[in-house]
């Protein structure tokens, strides 16, 4: 039930985004609108996700992205993180949607946390056409010669052993192929915590995010200290 929570988390609440035959419309958000970014930073990392990453039910300071930011440049490094999360997507919405948001930004990322696939799995889509979809949006990031990190999810066991089995090693294998950088489980140290958690019972609390950045901020300086050497 904790894994389901998880994977609930990644759609926005239905006033948000509205409901047709149980599957949730698509989202248009600011996340998209990069047309007057500034980049001040020697650095800039693109958080490229769903609702995990868009700060759903947060305060503006209280998202992922913006306490990655922090955390980042409190550990000394000089660095924008750029928040292109959208509520709802699928990995087939994030793939329509990834050149455009690359071609609109200022500058070439020097790293993208990509982060979709939990509304794939609350629609129950083939984890076929979410590995194919995860794959191209890979493939579209390193032949731009940009680093990737995948924040991965995890299938809940009530899906079926096949089901499970199938979807949880796309994103271990898709880091494996193309030698990218893996984070297993975004939400991991704060799925079945009711303390790290929102009212709504799924999306984590300013608290929980706190715990993910913890978590998660070494991989993404250690992958931002490889890519300088190289």
Not at 131 to 154: F, Y
Request: aromatic residues 6%; glycine residues 8%; hydrophobic residues 45%.
């Amino acid at each position: 039930m904790a894994i389901l929570q998880l994977l609930i988390a990644c759609s926005p609440a239905s006033e948000e985004t509205g409901a047709v035959n149980g599957e949730l419309q698509e989202t248009v958000s600011e996340a998209d609108d990069t047309e007057e970014l500034v980049i001040e930073a020697d650095t800039l990392i693109l958080a490229y996700g769903d609702s995990l990453y868009a700060g759903y039910g947060l305060a503006p300071d209280e998202g992922f992205v913006p306490e990655l930011q922090k955390a980042l440049i409190d550990a000394g490094h000089d660095v924008m993180v750029h928040n292109a999360g959208v509520s709802g997507d699928t990995t087939a919405a994030g793939l329509r949607r990834m050149d455009f948001v690359l071609d609109s930004l200022p500058r070439k990322p020097d790293l993208v946390m990509l982060g979709l696939g939990g509304n794939d799995l609350l629609r129950g889509l083939k984890p076929a056409e979410t590995r194919s979809n995860l794959e191209a949006m890979v493939k579209k990031l390193t032949e731009r010669d940009i680093p990737v990190i995948l924040t991965g999810m995890l299938a809940p066991p009530n899906m079926g052993k096949e089901f499970v089995e199938e979807f949880n090693i796309i994103y271990p294998a898709l880091a494996l192929e193309y030698d990218v950088t893996l984070y297993p489980f975004f939400m991991n140290g704060v799925v079945g915590r009711t303390d790290l958690i929102l009212p709504d019972g799924i999306h984590p609390n300013a608290k929980g995010i706190d715990v993910i950045v913890e978590k998660m901020a070494p991989s993404v300086e250690k992958a931002l200290t490889e890519q300088a050497k190289a």
